[in-house]
């Protein structure tokens, strides 16, 4: 089969559309950062996107949805974060369209300002050959370890492979009258925005501003996509999260826990909530979005991980994100850094 790729243009509604979506909900190396309502919340924060498809004959096989952000110097990277969508399981046609991307990047490469492109697929060790010509990406803009519940198992099944203190704590919050509903409101967002502050201000982790968050809201709530959950124990809002789902994955995306009424347990109520939510929604996969099996006190995940391994799972690890850069953009970024840092020694 002879393969091209080209920059595209999806119109709402369209069978490109959703042959789009259909791609990207069916690769599990995928996942909704590779969706067009993600790509809608990127440019709500000032970033470009820029969609290559990769055709058989004419058909749409594949492809990457980058992301370029606002820049004021230099030139970045287009960045596919969840891409891109490709059939790993067929090496051949997976090496022929990521080169393909590659080669349509760089086409444009002077056009958007980047100088490289950045892949970040959910696939597991070891690296395939399909990225030879790709060097380890300094960061990962996905976790590079999580864990991962199996939804095909019944809520008891569930219960029993949960750690005794998990199973403990769920029961504990339900017996205390701990409640938990969807609040896909601005109330709600502002309810969720005030605990996950909270819970930043406590454990001394970095909180995106209001607006990131009513940003990914509006993006993603009035498809379903998205939802808020909170905790409540008579009124009193104890705990609340993001829950995303997509395809067949249901994600835990962000959370926060009150200061107050610890004891209640409401974290391990929101989460089992959650759980049987995407049960019931027909997901067959819930991430828990970063994790470590690890017991290092210094790994950003360390608390969080003590949380999350309570319910169980199998924890997953990837090859992390990768990047090509193109050698003719090279000398570019170099020069047009240097005029800045000229400039700037004129104005001081």
Not at 88 to 106: C, E, G, K, R, Y
Not at 271 to 291: H, S
């Amino acid at each position: 089969m002879t393969l091209t790729s080209r920059i595209i243009s999806i119109e709402p509604g369209s069978a490109l559309e959703r042959r789009w979506e259909e791609l990207v909900t069916g690769n599990s190396a995928s996942g909704f950062m590779q969706s067009l309502n993600w790509a809608n919340f990127k440019r709500t924060q000032g970033y470009t996107s820029i969609h290559v498809g990769v055709f058989g004959q004419s058909e749409l096989i594949g492809g990457a949805l980058c992301y370029v952000p606002p820049q004021t110097r230099a030139v970045g990277l287009a960045v596919a974060p969840e891409g891109p969508v490709l059939d790993w399981s067929d090496p051949v046609t997976a090496t022929q369209s990521l080169s393909l991307i590659v080669l349509t990047l760089n086409s444009v490469s002077k056009d958007f300002g980047i100088m490289g492109f950045h892949a970040e697929p959910r696939l597991a060790p070891p690296l395939l050959h399909s990225f030879r010509n790709f060097g380890r990406a300094p960061y990962d803009l996905i976790p590079n370890e999580t864990l991962y519940l199996d939804l095909t198992l019944s809520e008891d099944q569930l219960l029993q492979e949960m750690k005794p203190k998990g199973r403990y704590n769920i029961r504990l919050s339900a017996r205390h009258g701990v409640s938990v509903g969807v609040e896909n409101t601005s109330d709600g967002l502002d309810c969720f925005y005030k605990l996950i502050r909270a819970a930043g201000e406590r454990d001394e982790f970095f909180v995106e501003p209001y607006e990131f968050f009513a940003d990914i809201f509006e993006s993603l709530s009035q498809s379903g996509m998205l939802k808020i959950l909170i905790a409540r124990h008579e009124t009193v809002p104890l705990a609340a999260m993001f829950y995303i789902q997509y395809g067949d994955r249901a994600t835990y995306f962000y959370g926060g826990i009150a200061n107050e009424r610890r004891e209640l347990m409401a974290g391990y109520a929101l989460q089992w909530e959650a759980i049987k939510l995407a049960r019931a929604e027909g997901m067959r996969v819930y991430d828990f979005f970063g994790f470590t099996e690890l017991d290092d006190p210094e790994h950003p995940y360390q608390n969080f991980s003590r949380f999350k391994r309570q319910f169980g799972g199998n924890a997953k690890k990837y090859v992390g994100a990768h990047h090509h850069l193109f050698v003719s953009r090279l000398a570019d970024a170099v020069i047009t850094a240097a005029k800045e840092l000229e400039r700037e020694e004129v104005r001081i």
